[in-house]
């Protein structure tokens, strides 16, 4: 018998390839082993999913530096995790779009205003559509991302702290989007059933997401409070610099966009 994954030889008893660790499977696929799978992945009490969600909050330095280190058997993979994360995120958006629209809350007169402005024949902002950010709110999320990183790690950098390199502050800040998207998705969605503005509710979870950053940081660099507050607010100045800077390109692009269009 070989591995179906990488092809190398196998015994009869492994329940597990020795060369790419993938989980030997002999069954045929049924209704029943397809459950089995996703109770083992998403709904057991023990599985890696929970463990790693709750752990986020409890310990999120076990977490992280641990997969940092190399230690990627205990927890769910970085990468897999924020996959989920985007899944309901999507999930999210789909109910908004589809059965939440009257409360989600755009400023539509607002936007009313702006696309019919005076001769609208030369207005770039005609026919720009106002509701991206939900449209895209996946793509967002991963955009955002390497920015976040980007402002941990030169916040740690010239600080003196270069204990974890770039891509390392990537593998921290994929963890953290991933659980502060999970978060909000799950809040977002319990809101809206209940007819809250999506907008208010979007205001209220954005404090808990940044003191979680900082909660993030304090456990996994150990430093003081106060050195700990001072690279935090370095990291969200080169954060909100670096989304700022991709807002107006993208609104110059878009603007650029619709005067060679006319």
């Known amino acids: 018998m070989n591995c179906k994954n990488c092809h190398k030889a196998l015994r009869d008893t492994q329940k597990y390839c020795d060369e790419c660790g993938a989980k030997v499977i002999q069954n045929r696929l049924t209704p029943k082993i397809i459950a089995n799978q996703i109770n083992e992945q998403f709904i057991s009490l023990d599985n890696k999913f929970l463990k790693t969600f709750i752990d986020l909050f409890k310990q999120p330095e076990s977490v992280i530096v641990n997969y940092i280190e190399g230690t990627r058997k205990k927890y769910i993979d970085v990468l897999q995790y924020f996959a989920v994360s985007l899944t309901l995120a999507g999930i999210q958006v789909f109910l908004m779009t589809t059965f939440f629209k009257d409360v989600i809350g755009f400023n ?121 507050l001072a690279k935090f607010l370095i990291t969200m100045i080169i954060y909100m610099v670096s989304i700022l800077f991709l807002m107006v390109l993208v609104i110059i692009i878009l603007v650029v966009q619709q005067i060679l269009n006319q």
Do not use: C
Not at 119 to 124: D, K, L, R, V
Not at 127 to 133: A, L, P, R, S, V
Not at 159 to 182: C, D, F, M, P, W
Not at 189 to 199: A, D, K, P, S, T
């Open 108 to 228: 539509t007169e607002f936007i009313e205003g702006v696309q019919n402005l005076p001769g609208q024949e030369n207005n770039p902002f005609a026919g720009i559509e106002y509701d991206m950010f939900t449209k895209y709110q996946g793509l967002i999320y991963i955009l955002t991302v390497p920015l976040s990183a980007l402002g941990s790690w030169l916040a740690y950098y010239v600080t003196g702290n270069r204990k974890y390199n770039y891509t390392e502050h990537l593998v921290l800040n994929l963890y953290y989007s991933a659980q502060i998207i999970i978060i909000t998705a799950f809040f977002s969605i319990l809101f809206l059933l209940f007819g809250l503005n999506y907008l208010i509710v979007s205001t209220i979870l954005t404090l808990p997401t940044f003191l979680y950053l900082f909660y993030v940081l304090k456990r996994i660099f150990r430093e003081s409070f106060v050195n700990t």
